[in-house]
């Protein structure tokens, strides 16, 4: 079972206001990735981590969301400023280094824009 | 770029009966498949992955084979149970960072 760690479990927040979602990897994951569930169930990889360092981000990512992983802290995923079009299931992954390291999910943060 | 196809996007099953939920892919790079699985408010868990062409992979009854000449890894079960009802996911891995590359999912419901 994993062992990944999201909070909150739930986010409500105005447009225009700052969200802010953590995730604790599983213990010796130094991979952590970000990924949006949409309504529909549709996924979107958004930013992935090894330690404390960007590995590849989509160009949403690089305008309104900023996400960071530091040492011996939770990582986290932050909108600066939330649309309608945010409200989704935002996902943290944890996983081993290598090519295929398997990945653990989180139970997601359910983040609802009004 | 990399794309995960699954064509249905509802299957309804009485319990008993065989599955077969359908996924294709494409891509440029080696394939690496993975079918997560999705109960209501939890998070995704790994069900099945496969790398090697041709060679069935099985876990808690369901199984799947990658083809890559047809570019296939269809996930299968004999006998489906009420507590397979889930939303399944087929999944790739995508480029040199490992991310990962998803379908839009297929929901089973199971019936009595």
């Known amino acids: 079972n994993s062992k990944v760690i999201q909070t909150p479990r739930y986010l409500v927040k105005g447009q225009g206001q700052k969200a802010k979602m953590r995730c604790i990897p599983e213990?010796?994951?130094?991979?952590v990735f970000w990924y949006q569930q949409n309504k529909n169930n549709e996924f979107k990889f958004l930013i992935n981590f090894q330690n404390q360092e960007v590995l590849q981000q989509i160009d949403m990512t690089e305008k309104r969301f900023s996400a960071e992983c530091p040492s011996n802290s939770p990582c986290s995923l932050e909108i600066q400023s939330s649309e309608a079009g945010d409200s989704a299931l935002y996902l943290c992954a944890s996983s081993g280094q290598g090519a295929y390291a398997e990945q653990f999910f989180g139970p997601g943060t359910r983040l609802t824009v009004l | 770029g990399d794309s995960v196809t699954q064509t249905e996007g509802l299957v309804t099953l009485t319990k008993g009966l065989p599955v077969m939920l359908n996924c294709t892919y494409q891509t440029t790079y080696s394939p690496f498949l993975f079918w997560y699985v999705q109960h209501l408010n939890e998070a995704p868990k790994l069900l099945l992955k496969s790398s090697t062409d041709n060679k069935r992979t099985e876990h808690q009854g369901f199984y799947a084979t990658l083809h890559k000449s047809s570019s296939s890894f269809h996930l299968q079960k004999s006998s489906v149970q009420l507590s397979d009802s889930a939303l399944y996911f087929c999944a790739m891995l995508s480029g040199s960072f490992n991310k990962l590359t998803f379908g839009a999912g297929t929901r089973l419901a199971v019936c009595p």
């Open positions: 213990k010796g994951h130094p991979v």
